[in-house]
């Protein structure tokens, strides 16, 4: 064994104990070699008798921002998606094979333009038919109704004929009971008053019969025009036009095709204007009104404006959140249906702070907020964050001027007493 390297280690290790453990030691030995200048004190000069030694009250140092509350643009930011004013399958109403060419998908049709026509068949004939009943029972109204009259005429007369028998009647019955007519007359004029009783009768029932024949006369004009109606529907329903200007989204029907009632002929959609469809928070719903602006950004990266026209009133059982309707112009249809949007509605300017995130901390409970300094002492404040920007958050729920800890904000709580420093911002 070489005994250098031992005596190597020894010496190292002893270097290492009064460097590391003995350095008051080292540094006296170290002292005695180095001269004393000729100029150096041989005392230390005394402190002057005015100078007080600054005594550590306990208190810990944080750095404090003051921040003034500004009136800041909020916005509520939704995800949502794009959606035709109008999406409708047209279908047929009667049943027939189509006769017309096809329209291709893609197309642009006006209200009112033709998309399927179907064979007629019999329709004409079925209409010509009902009209003619029509004219037939129109025709019977005034014979049922010249009958009226006369039968009105014979009630009168049978009513006077009443009147005369029981007078007669009546005359007979006091000549009877004063012994100046025969009982036989008395009975004959008796029953010449119930025949003409009768005869009242007769002829109101025939009144009754002549305005029951004008009442079913004037049901058979009746329902004469509406076999007129239904025949001139079904004519109607033959063609099938758009019913508003829009896109096909599908072919019409095809030529020779068999239409049942219920049938789509095709798909048409209604583009301009378009509706940005979103749902919104329960939390945030009371900040949207009716009219308010919006902008959005496409899944393109195509940006659009319109205004808020519809917020439901009732939520999502589901989700809890609330529909909302912004209707945008889209003049050039190049806005399609089902369209991922950020959307962003503008709300009223709210009163906030801007702070770095770096100065939000959560309590006890986990409730969001920053630490401010008020008269020396430490208080929780609750706050709520608005929105994130590259200059910081802001965050609304504090005062209109706080002391807001932006470095130390951990190492303290509420009720301690702190010693402050202003922040020195720089732009």
């Given at each position: 064994?070489?005994?250098?390297?031992?005596?190597?280690?020894?010496?190292?290790?002893?270097?290492?104990?009064f460097?590391?453990?003995?350095?008051?030691?080292?540094l006296?030995?170290?002292?005695?070699?180095?001269?004393?200048?000729?100029?150096?004190?041989?005392?230390?000069?005394?402190?002057?008798?005015?100078?007080?030694?600054?005594?550590?009250?306990?208190?810990?140092?944080?750095?404090?921002?003051?921040s003034?509350a500004?009136?800041?643009?909020?916005?509520?930011?939704?995800r949502?998606?794009?959606?035709?004013?109008r999406?409708?399958?047209?279908?047929a109403?009667?049943?027939?094979?189509?006769?017309?060419t096809?329209?291709?998908?893609?197309a642009?049709?006006s209200?009112?333009?033709?998309m399927c026509e179907i064979?007629?068949g019999?329709?004409?004939?079925?209409?010509e038919?009902?009209?003619?009943?029509?004219?037939?029972?129109?025709?019977?109204?005034?014979?049922?109704?010249?009958?009226?009259?006369?039968?009105?005429?014979?009630?009168?007369q049978?009513?006077?004929q009443?009147e005369?028998a029981?007078?007669?009647?009546n005359?007979?019955?006091?000549?009877?009971?004063?012994?100046?007519?025969?009982?036989?007359?008395?009975?004959?004029?008796?029953?010449?008053?119930?025949?003409?009783?009768?005869?009242?009768?007769?002829?109101?029932?025939?009144?009754q019969?002549?305005?029951?024949g004008?009442?079913?006369?004037?049901?058979?004009?009746?329902?004469?025009?509406?076999?007129?109606?239904?025949?001139?529907?079904?004519?109607?329903?033959?063609?099938?036009?758009?019913?508003?200007?829009g896109?096909l989204?599908?072919?019409?029907?095809?030529?020779?095709?068999?239409?049942?009632?219920?049938?789509?002929?095709a798909?048409?959609?209604?583009?301009?204007?378009?509706k940005?469809?979103?749902?919104?928070?329960?939390?945030?719903v009371?900040?949207?009104?009716?009219?308010?602006?919006?902008?959005?950004?496409?899944?393109?990266?195509?940006?659009v404006?319109?205004?808020?026209?519809?917020?439901?009133?009732?939520?999502?059982?589901?989700?809890?959140?609330?529909?909302?309707?912004?209707?945008?112009?889209?003049?050039d249809l190049?806005?399609?249906?089902?369209?991922?949007a950020?959307?962003?509605?503008?709300?009223?300017?709210t009163?906030?702070h801007l702070?770095?995130?770096s100065?939000?901390?959560?309590?006890?409970?986990?409730?969001?907020?920053?630490?401010?300094?008020?008269?020396?002492?430490v208080?929780?404040?609750?706050?709520?964050?608005?929105?994130?920007?590259?200059?910081?958050?802001?965050?609304?729920?504090?005062?209109?001027?706080?002391?807001?800890?932006t470095?130390?904000?951990?190492?303290?709580?509420?009720?301690?007493?702190?010693?402050?420093?202003?922040?020195?911002?720089?732009?």
């Open positions: 064994m070489k005994l250098f390297p031992i005596v190597t280690a020894i010496l190292v290790c002893v270097a290492l104990y460097v590391v453990l003995d350095r008051a030691t080292l006296g030995f170290a002292g005695r070699f180095v001269p004393e200048p000729n100029n150096a004190p041989t005392q230390l000069a005394e402190l002057p008798a005015d100078t007080e030694a600054v005594e550590d009250d306990g208190r810990m140092n944080v750095i404090v921002r003051r003034e500004q009136v800041t643009e909020n916005a509520v930011l939704l949502g998606r794009t959606e035709a004013l999406l409708v399958d047209v279908a109403e009667t049943s027939g094979r189509v006769i017309s096809p329209i291709r998908a893609g642009f049709v209200e009112g333009q033709v064979d007629p019999t329709s004409q004939t079925e209409l038919e009902a009209q003619a009943r029509l004219a037939e029972a129109e025709a019977r109204v005034p014979e049922a109704r010249a009958r009226l009259p006369e039968a009105r005429a014979m009630l009168a049978a009513r006077a009443l005369s029981q007078i007669d009647g005359a007979a019955a006091r000549l009877n009971e004063s012994g100046f007519a025969s009982e036989t007359r008395a009975a004959s004029a008796a029953a010449a008053t119930a025949a003409a009783e009768a005869g009242v009768e007769s002829a109101a029932a025939t009144v019969g002549a305005e029951a004008v009442q079913s006369a004037l049901a058979s004009v009746r329902s004469a025009e509406a076999q007129v109606t239904r025949a001139e529907n079904a004519i109607e329903d033959l063609t099938i036009v758009a019913p508003f200007s896109l989204e599908t072919d019409t029907a095809e030529l020779g095709a068999l239409l049942q009632p219920g049938t789509i002929c798909t048409i959609i209604q583009l301009d204007p378009i940005l469809v979103g749902f919104v928070p329960e939390a945030q009371d900040r949207i009104s009716l009219g308010a602006t919006a902008g959005a950004q496409l899944a393109s990266g195509r940006e404006q319109g205004e808020v026209t519809f917020v439901s009133r009732s939520a999502d059982p589901q989700t809890r959140t609330f529909r909302v309707e912004i209707t945008v112009p889209n003049v190049t806005i399609r249906d089902g369209q991922t950020d959307i962003l509605i503008q709300t009223e300017g009163p906030a702070l770095p995130s100065a939000m901390t959560l309590s006890d409970d986990g409730q969001l907020g920053v630490r401010i300094v008020v008269d020396g002492v208080e929780f404040a609750p706050v709520t964050m608005m929105r994130d920007t590259a200059r910081g958050v802001w965050l609304s729920g504090l005062p209109q001027t706080a002391d807001v800890i470095v130390g904000q951990e190492f303290v709580t509420a009720g301690v007493e702190v010693r402050t420093t202003l922040e020195e911002l720089t732009q």
